[in-house]
């Protein structure tokens, strides 16, 4: 059974900081790509940040030069800094993963959710 858990969700002013944590447990033979993304209220859900196992990253436009995306391969664990956070960035952020049960089995999980409340 593979968990994913994340941690350090919070309410914010506008201009702070939060680090979100997601830590992978359970049957994992090796893990692909990693990520972040949220959902607002009435909203889609969006991607807002990925990186892949070598360390590439990929980030939404709105979270640029604000957000930073990392993980450390031995823990199995994905972080998002964040910094100057906005009213805008409130949301439900999600970790994702691709993990690897065994050489050939590869699928993707989920975490519960952690509220990022950005005021004003």
């Known amino acids: 059974q593979v968990q994913l858990v994340e941690s350090g969700g919070g309410l914010v002013q506008a201009g702070g900081s939060l680090r979100l944590s997601c830590a992978a447990s359970g049957k994992i033979f090796s893990t692909n790509g990693m990520g972040w993304y949220r959902q607002a209220p009435g909203k889609q859900r969006e991607l807002v940040a990925v990186?892949?196992?070598?360390?590439?990253?990929n980030y939404a436009d709105s979270v640029k030069g604000r957000f930073t995306i990392s993980r450390d391969n031995a823990k199995i664990t994905v972080y998002l800094q964040m910094n100057d956070l906005k009213p805008e960035d409130t949301a439900v952020y999600y970790c994702?993963?691709?993990?690897?049960?065994?050489?050939?089995?590869?699928?993707?999980?989920w975490g519960q959710g952690t509220q990022v409340t950005v005021s004003s």
């Open positions: 994702n993963a691709g993990l690897y049960s065994d050489p050939w089995t590869r699928y993707d999980y």
């Open positions: 990186i892949t196992r070598g360390d590439a990253t």
